[in-house]
């Protein structure tokens, strides 16, 4: 008889019995996950929007300062990810250390009410990610052990979908408040934090418990000896982390990018929170069939080929075409960035790791990136001041695109080390 287990890991099918247990592609826990970060990015998203107009053209940071700042919130994360990892391995209880992340970012929107000033807002910026870089990895690690291993790419796909409508609305609605009230910041806020403890209570209510080590002993007898961090020095892992590193080296903030679009010239700067809009209605098409071709042809090499659209990207930005050719062909390319690279590392770092240390080295995969993209923002705003942003953008397509050529040699042993418990 077949039965359908929807919160249950597994691969395609299991036999315990006498007994056949199916899995769907994409189950329960990847659904109620992807809803919580939808609701969560709706939060965040609706600020982020603001930030970088906010900080440049009215604080009135230089793009040096925007930079460090761009830096902070993309690399803050990265202090905390592998204790969040460490910790939701160590106890098996991978939702719970999710939560603790999701309450301290709604906790963060309280304060951001009362911020003022760059400091202000760099401090709860601050916590906002350290919430972020706890919660993700073990959010991560329920969905890789609850769906079976060759439908990976499709349900972070799925994950990251639900995450997108999130990231879509929130500018939509801050637009949407400025243009009904003007200078109406505070409102915008209110509206974030509501969002945010929507997302908590709806995780802690209704978020299956999901725990690693307990699911792969249910499935094949033996219970998984206990993390160890040398099961981060796996040989298997290595190598995407030097990939995900280098690439991650050259790829600026987001609100660069947009930024130089505008420098570009013809866009009215009202129009600037909707730059993020049309990059995640590019990310949130094409994040479902992108993951589905990584299950197909090798999540490691999308990952890499990915690249190539953020490298069509920096060029589309500042090279000399219409305007309206300008935007959307920035907009769409950064968008299928994204959907080949987000999602997809998680799915692949996930598996090349031992199931106790799952987790953790997802959150491996994800500090690196992080740290990485800090380091490029920062590096990034010193070249826009040297160079002017379209020599910068250019140069970064340029290095960005030889290290693609680099990286590619090595996709087909990533693509084959995966293991599963």
Not at 60 to 79: C, E, K, M, N
Not at 252 to 259: C, P, Q, R, S, T
Not at 277 to 300: E, Q
Request: charge should be positive; hydrophobic fraction near 55%; include cysteine.
């Amino acid at each position: 008889m077949y039965i359908s287990v929807r919160d249950r890991p597994a691969t395609g099918e299991e036999s315990r019995s006498g007994t056949t247990v199916t899995t769907p592609p994409v189950g329960r826990v990847v659904i109620i996950l992807g809803v919580v970060s939808l609701l969560t990015d709706v939060s965040s998203e609706s600020v982020s929007a603001i930030l970088p107009l906010y900080l440049t053209l009215v604080v009135g940071l230089t793009p040096v300062a925007y930079g460090l700042i761009d830096g902070l919130y993309q690399g803050v994360s990265a202090l905390v990810r592998l204790g969040g990892g460490w910790v939701a391995d160590a106890t098996d209880r991978p939702k719970w250390v999710a939560f603790l992340g999701y309450g301290l970012s709604a906790v963060a929107r309280v304060f951001l009410l009362f911020a003022s000033g760059a400091a202000g807002i760099a401090a709860v910026v601050t916590a906002d990610r350290i919430g972020k870089g706890i919660r993700t990895a073990p959010r991560d690690a329920m969905i890789s052990t609850s769906t079976p291993a060759e439908h990976l790419g499709r349900a972070f796909g799925v994950h990251r979908m639900l995450d997108t409508i999130g990231a879509a609305l929130g500018p939509l609605i801050a637009f949407g408040i400025l243009v009904l009230v003007p200078d109406g910041y505070s409102v915008v806020l209110v509206v974030s934090l509501a969002f945010a403890l929507a997302g908590v209570a709806l995780l802690g209510l209704l978020g299956p418990d999901v725990r690693s080590r307990r699911e792969a002993a249910a499935q094949s007898g033996p219970t998984p000896p206990p993390f160890r961090w040398r099961d981060l020095t796996d040989r298997r892992l290595r190598p995407l982390l030097v990939i995900a590193g280098v690439l991650g080296l050259l790829t600026v903030g987001d609100g660069f990018i947009y930024l130089a679009l505008l420098d570009h010239g013809g866009v009215n700067v009202s129009w600037f929170p909707l730059f993020y809009v049309g990059t995640n209605l590019a990310y949130l098409l094409l994040a479902v069939p992108v993951g589905r071709l990584a299950d197909r042809v090798g999540r490691a090499r999308i990952l890499v080929v990915g690249h190539l659209a953020l490298v069509g990207a920096y060029l589309c930005a500042v090279l000399p075409t219409s305007t309206a050719a300008a935007t959307i062909g920035t907009l769409a390319l950064l968008g299928t960035f994204y959907a080949a690279t987000d999602g997809v590392i998680a799915a692949l770092a996930g598996r090349l790791v031992p199931v106790q240390a799952r987790t953790s080295g997802i959150a491996a995969a994800q500090t690196v990136v992080a740290l990485a993209r800090m380091l490029a923002s920062a590096g990034f705003g010193l070249m826009w001041l040297l160079l002017g942003p379209a020599t910068a953008m250019i140069v970064v397509a340029g290095l960005l695109a030889v290290a693609i050529l680099a990286a590619a040699s090595r996709v087909r042993l990533l693509d084959t080390a995966e293991v599963t418990p």
